[in-house]
């Protein structure tokens, strides 16, 4: 179909008699383009080709099959609707008149005139149809202008979008090159997402090889019921994790973070009590004050643990002469309502130390701000904390002064659902007894629990006390105040914002003199970086001789591989 024009002829399509000639003369004779088709075929190529309008007389459509025009009519586009002017003469057959009432549906927009018809009257209703034409050609050219405007603001928006992209590069770029952030970046570096299918199932599946494996060697050096009940329990869960992942590979899936869960939030925090005296001074005490019918709260258990020991841990440095940090929850009820939404559970750590500015006070949540010396804070604990408390569904408030102390304040959304039984912690402090003399004291980073177990198992079979840390962050806070630590075996793929060859990195700039040997089931990702580093690896899984050995080697100063 031509695109229609205001140029366009009114087509006159009455084969019968003089109608025709004598309407194209009529029309043309008052200004108007005008052209007779003889057939209906040729009325439809002509509709096809282009028209202002149609005049016809009905008896042009008696008996014959008119579809071809009807299909036309129908296939206009939505800004089209063609004027028709039917010539109708008095008939009284029987049932003209339902025939006529179907050819006016089938085109639509029809004007009815009727024998006999004076020029005059003829003439103005083609005119007013002509009108209304280009009222239809006027609405064509506005709609093609705003699809025009459209395309070109969409345009305008791509090439807003790349300059801005390009600007934000630029921007990235200049933070990048900072000396200062660059260090502060480095110490903080995430850890690289498992993104490849091939690393992340060969690290999972390692880690499984290395339960059973592992403990089918310990079963046969215990006779303890208990730990070999612990160690059959562990193969059992790490076979059952195990046909999950293979569902997870049959469904092309990538294995999740963990989501968050319903906690109970005394229990979680009560469970930190230890860790909390362990990560900070001596001089420094830890008061905690819960409310006992605390709600629960839906929360990333392990990252409110790292969220609690960032506050505890910035709290300690604000009071370098010791002082107190007092942890408090309550619950807040919403104003109004009574279905529990709207509620949260406020958690609070103060402490009385130095305080802040308030030029301080308005930056502490900027990532990379720290008014620590360099080499003593990244700036993203705080950051940590705002992130955590907005992804939560919360909000994070902040109130200190000058020499009067900080209060930080996490209003976290209560859950209607029932606490998990089974919080996990950051860090287990299990210390073997088996021996009056330890081999040495271990720290063991490991984010898995049934592999933590089972090593723990080993390393206390080979005499060693051991410290467990579930993330490189809290490895780092159990390290505080140059604990007794003999060596730190790690991971390295673990959740937390730090790898295990960045720890490794860390604890060499804190401690250069703490051995550390690292372990991986799919290790060949970082054994360059480690290698460069000097770090030895031991490969998942292994036996109790393979670890001992690797041990020795390292805490000897040689190769653990």
Known sequence: MMAPSEFDPVLVFAPVGRDAAASVELLMRNGIAAKACHDLSAFVIELEAGASAAFLAEEALFSRNASSLYKWVA????????????????????????????????????????RPVQALTLVSSLQSALRARTRQLQLRALLEERERSAQQLEQLVVARTEALEAANTALREQIRVRAEVEEKLRQAQKIEAIGQLTGGVAHDFNNLLMVISGGLEMLDRQADPARRKRLRDGMRQAAERGSGLTRQLLA????????????????????????????????????????????????????????????????????????????????????????????????VVADDGCGMTPEVKARVFEPFFTTKDIGKGSGLGLAQVHGFAQQSGGTVEIESEVGKGTTISLLLPRSLDRPASDEHHLVDLHVARRRAEPAGNILLVEDDDEVAALVAEMLDELGFEVVRAATASAALGALANGRSVDLVFSDIMMPGGMNGVELAKEVRFRRSDLPILLTSGYSESAKQDAEAQGINILRKPYQLAELEEAIRRTMAGGDGN
Request: hydrophobic share 40%; net charge negative; no cysteine.
């Open 75 to 114: 296939d206009q586009p939505p800004w089209s609707d063609l004027p028709f002017i039917l010539l109708t003469s008095r008939q009284e057959q029987m049932g003209i008149e339902g025939w006529r009432q179907n050819v006016i549906a089938k085109l639509r927009n029809v004007a009815l005139l009727e």
């Open 252 to 347: 092309f899936s990538r294995r999740q973070e963990l989501k968050p869960q319903t906690i109970d939030l005394a229990r979680q925090i009560g469970g930190m009590r230890e860790l909390l005296d362990r990560s900070l001074r001596g001089d420094v005490h830890v008061l905690i004050d819960l409310s006992p019918d605390l709600w629960p709260v839906e929360v990333d258990a392990s990252e409110l643990e790292l969220v609690v020991l960032n506050l505890a841990v910035n709290a300690r440095d604000a009071m370098p002469k010791g002082g107190t940090i007092k942890i408090t929850a309550k619950n807040e009820a919403a104003q109004s309502g009574a279905d529990g939404h709207g509620d949260f559970v406020r958690l």
